[in-house]
C-alpha cells in the first residue's frame, strides 16, 4: 500500500452516521466558544471582576485552543485522528465538570485552558475524518452540513446560555457538556472509522509549538489588556514587540526545520492562504458581533440572559438555512463568488445594525441579523471547502488544523480588537459627556472614568459611586447608555472594514474549487 494513502480501519459503519458524530461533537466544541458570551455579565458579577478581567474566561479557551490546533491536528494524522477525537472528548467532559464546580475565578480559568485542550485535539480531526471518509463529488455537501452546524453551534449559543442561565445559574453552561460528551464518546467509538499516515516521521516540533504560543500568548494579552495598562505603556508595547518578533521566528524556523509543526508550503497555493484569511475574518466578525450585541442586549437595553439570546435568533436561522445550499453550491461553481458575496452580505448586515442608541427596539435588530446570518451562510461552509480542497488528503489533520487556527484567531482578534476599541471609545466618550456635568466634582468624575478603563461595567451598566445623589444617578446612567450604544457604532464600523478585507481576498480563491487536484483522492464510499 502506497504510505501516502490513509490507513482505514473500517467497521462497517457507514459515512452519514460518521457524519452524524463528528456534527454532533462539533456542535458541543462551538457552543461552548459562544454560550460563554452570554454568561459574562453574570460570571462578572459572581466573582466580582472587571470587564479586561472578564474577557479571559473567552480569551484563555480560544488562545489555548489556537496554540494547540496545529500541533493535535498533526498527532491525529500520525497517530489516529480517531484516537485523538475520542481523548479529546473525554477531556473536554471532564473539564466542562471542573468549570461547572469552580469555587474560584481562578480556577475557572484554569478549567477553560483545560477545556481548549480538549477541544484542540478534537477539532482538525472532525474536519480530517471527514475529508478522508467523503469523495470529492460529496465532500462540498458534507462540508456544508459541517459548516452549518458550526454556524448554528456558534450562534445558538446564546439562546442556549440564556435559557440556562435564566433558569439555573452560569454554571449551567458547562454541565450541559457533560451527558452530551458521554454520549458522543460512546458513538464515536461505535462507529467512526480509525485513519492515521503510516511511515510518516513522528518528530513533534517543540520550538515552533512554544514560539507560536508565545506570539498568539502576547498578541492577546497586549490588546485585552492595552486599555488598562495605556496603549503606549512599555508593558503593552513589548508584549506586541514580542508578538511580532515571534511571529517572524516561527516562519523562520518552520521554513528550515525538516519536519515543521506547520507546512508553510501550503500557502503558496493561493487559494488555500485565501480561504485561511476569508476565515479568520468571518470567525472575527461572528465573534465580535455577537459579543457586542450580548454587552449591549443586557447592559444598555437590560435584557435578561434569555431575551438577549432570543433577540440574536435570526441570525443562527439564515445560518442553519444558507450554510448547506452554500457548501453545495461550491461544488458546482466554486467558492470565488460564494465568498464574495457572503463577506459583502455581511458587512452589510453589520452596517445596518450599526445604527444603535439607548432606546433602540429589539425589532430594529431582525432584518440586520438576517441579513448577517445569510452572509456568514454563505462564508462557512464555502470556506472549509475551498480550503481543504486545496490541501492533499495525506495532510488533511495539517491543513484542518491550519484552518482552524485562523478561525481561532479570527475569533481571539474580533473579541480583543473589538473589544479594545469598544472601551477605548467608552472612556473618551463618557470623559467628554461628565464634563457636561461640572456639579459633579472633578474626584468622582475621574472616579467614574477609571473604573470604566479597569472594565468597571456591570449589567446595570456603570458602577457610580454611592455618594452621588439618586437624580443624578439616573442621568449618568442615562449619559452611559448613549455613549455606550454611540461607541458600540463606531466599533462595528472598525469590524465592517475587516470583512471587507475578507470581500477582496475572496478574489484570489480559484474559481474552480473542483479542478484542485489532490496527490491521492479518498476512495467513494
Known amino acids: 500500500m502506497n504510505q501516502s494513502t490513509p490507513v482505514l480501519q473500517s467497521n462497517g459503519k457507514g459515512k452519514w452516521g460518521v457524519l452524524a458524530v463528528i456534527s454532533f461533537s462539533l456542535f458541543m466544541i462551538l457552543l461552548d466558544v459562544t454560550i460563554v458570551n452570554i454568561a459574562l455579565p453574570h460570571i462578572m458579577t459572581a466573582f466580582k471582576v472587571g470587564l479586561s478581567s472578564i474577557e479571559w474566561v473567552f480569551n484563555v479557551y480560544v488562545l489555548v485552543f489556537a496554540a494547540l490546533l496545529l500541533t493535535l491536528g498533526k498527532l491525529g494524522d500520525l497517530f489516529g485522528r480517531r484516537l485523538l477525537f475520542v481523548i479529546g472528548l473525554g477531556i473536554f467532559t471532564l473539564s466542562s465538570l471542573g468549570c461547572s464546580l469552580a469555587p474560584t475565578f481562578s480556577a475557572l480559568l484554569v478549567f477553560r485552558g483545560i477545556q481548549a485542550i480538549g477541544g484542540a485535539a478534537m477539532m482538525p480531526a472532525t474536519l480530517s475524518i471527514l475529508n478522508v471518509e467523503f469523495s470529492k463529488s460529496q465532500r462540498g455537501l458534507a462540508l456544508g452540513i459541517w459548516g452549518a452546524v458550526a454556524g448554528a453551534a456558534n450562534a445558538l449559543g446564546p439562546i442556549i446560555g440564556g435559557a440556562l442561565v435564566d433558569a439555573a445559574s452560569w454554571r449551567y453552561i458547562f454541565v450541559i457538556n457533560i451527558p452530551i460528551g458521554i454520549f458522543a464518546l460512546i458513538a464515536a467509538l461505535m462507529v467512526v472509522k480509525e485513519s492515521k499516515e503510516p511511515g510518516t516521521n513522528r518528530h513533534i516540533d517543540i520550538p515552533g509549538v512554544l514560539i507560536i504560543s508565545l506570539a498568539l500568548f502576547c498578541l492577546v494579552f497586549a490588546l485585552v489588556e492595552g486599555q488598562k495598562y495605556g496603549w503606549t505603556s512599555p508593558t503593552i508595547l513589548i508584549l506586541f514587540a514580542v508578538a511580532i518578533v515571534s511571529f517572524i521566528a516561527f516562519i523562520f524556523v518552520e521554513l528550515k526545520t525538516a519536519i515543521p509543526l506547520a507546512q508553510l508550503q501550503l500557502f503558496r497555493n493561493h487559494t488555500f492562504s485565501a480561504g485561511n484569511f476569508v476565515g479568520m475574518v468571518q470567525s472575527f466578525g461572528l465573534i465580535g458581533v455577537i459579543f457586542l450585541l450580548v454587552l449591549f442586549l443586557q ?67 431582525v432584518l440586520p441579523l438576517a441579513v448577517c446570518g445569510v452572509g456568514m451562510g454563505l462564508v462557512m461552509a464555502p470556506t472549509t471547502t475551498v480550503v481543504m480542497a ?77 455618594t452621588i445623589p439618586e437624580e443624578m444617578k439616573v442621568q449618568l446612567i442615562t449619559l452611559f447608555k448613549d455613549q455606550f450604544a454611540h461607541s458600540l457604532d463606531i466599533t462595528m464600523k472598525v469590524g465592517i472594514i475587516v470583512i471587507l478585507c475578507g470581500t477582496i481576498a475572496s478574489l484570489f480563491i480559484s474559481s474552480h474549487v473542483r479542478s484542485t487536484k489532490k496527490p491521492t483522492e479518498p476512495p467513494n464510499k
Open 299 to 365: 447592559i444598555v437595553l437590560g435584557f435578561n440572559a434569555l431575551k438577549a439570546g432570543l433577540t440574536l435568533l435570526p441570525l443562527p436561522l439564515a445560518i442553519i438555512v444558507v450554510a448547506p445550499f452554500a457548501g453545495r453550491l461550491t461544488d458546482k461553481i466554486g467558492g470565488r463568488w460564494i465568498l464574495f458575496a457572503g463577506t459583502l452580505i455581511t458587512a452589510l448586515g453589520i452596517y445596518l445594525m450599526s445604527n444603535l442608541s439607548g432606546v433602540t427596539n429589539w425589532t430594529n435588530l
Open 390 to 466: 486545496s490541501t492533499p488528503v495525506q495532510q488533511s489533520g495539517m491543513g484542518a488544523g491550519i484552518l482552524s487556527t485562523t478561525r481561532q484567531i479570527g475569533s481571539v482578534l474580533g473579541l480583543s480588537v473589538l473589544g479594545a476599541v469598544l472601551q477605548n471609545q467608552l472612556v473618551n466618550n463618557i470623559s467628554n459627556g461628565l464634563a457636561k456635568y461640572p456639579q459633579i466634582p472633578e474626584a468622582i468624575r475621574n472616579q467614574i472614568t477609571n473604573g470604566i478603563q479597569s472594565g468597571g461595567l456591570s449589567i446595570g451598566g456603570m458602577n457610580v459611586p454611592s
